[in-house]
Nanobody, 127 residues
Framework: QVQLVESGGGLVPPGGSLTLSCTIS????????IGWFRQVPGKLREGLAC?????YFSPSVKDRSALTRDNNKNIVSLRLNNLQPDDTAVYYC???????????????????????WGRGTQVTVSH
C-alpha cells in the first residue's frame, strides 16, 4: 500500500520561499504520477502541480514554482517562490492519479480522482 508523507511546511514571510517534499513508501517512485494540491478551509481543493513525470503547473504557481524528482529517495519536491498570504493553506501530495494538459492556451492541467493522499503540511505566509 502506497503511503505519502509531506514535509517542509511552516511559517514564511511574504516574498519568501519553501520547498515541500512528498516522500513515497510502499512503492517505488519510478514513473509514478505525483500531484501537489492545496486546500483552504471552506474552499475547494486546488491542483497546483503534477509530476507525471512530465511536469504540469496551475496558472496560480506556474511562474514561481519548480518540481523535482529523486527516484533513489522516492521523493517529489515542490519549490514555491514569492509566497504571498493567499498561498496560506494545507498542502497535500497525492498518488495513483493521472494528469493531462488543459485546454490549449489555458496553461492549466486536468487530473483524475484518487484516494491516495498524504496528511498534508501547513504553509502559513505572514509577517
Amino acid at each position: 500500500q502506497v503511503q505519502l508523507v509531506e514535509s517542509g511546511g511552516g511559517l514564511v514571510p511574504p516574498g519568501g520561499s519553501l520547498t515541500l517534499s512528498c516522500t513515497i513508501s510502499g512503492s517505488t517512485l519510478d514513473s509514478s504520477v505525483i500531484g501537489w494540491f492545496r486546500q483552504v478551509p471552506g474552499k475547494l481543493r486546488e491542483g497546483l502541480a503534477c509530476s507525471a513525470p512530465r511536469n504540469y503547473f496551475s496558472p496560480s504557481v506556474k511562474d514561481r514554482s519548480a518540481l523535482t524528482r529523486d527516484n533513489n529517495k522516492n521523493i517529489v519536491s515542490l519549490r514555491l517562490n514569492n509566497l504571498q498570504p493567499d498561498d496560506t493553506a494545507v498542502y497535500y501530495c497525492a498518488a495513483d492519479l493521472e494528469c493531462f494538459p488543459g485546454s490549449p492556451g489555458s496553461g492549466s492541467f486536468y487530473y483524475t480522482d484518487t484516494s491516495t493522499w498524504g496528511r498534508g503540511t501547513q504553509v502559513t505566509v505572514s509577517h
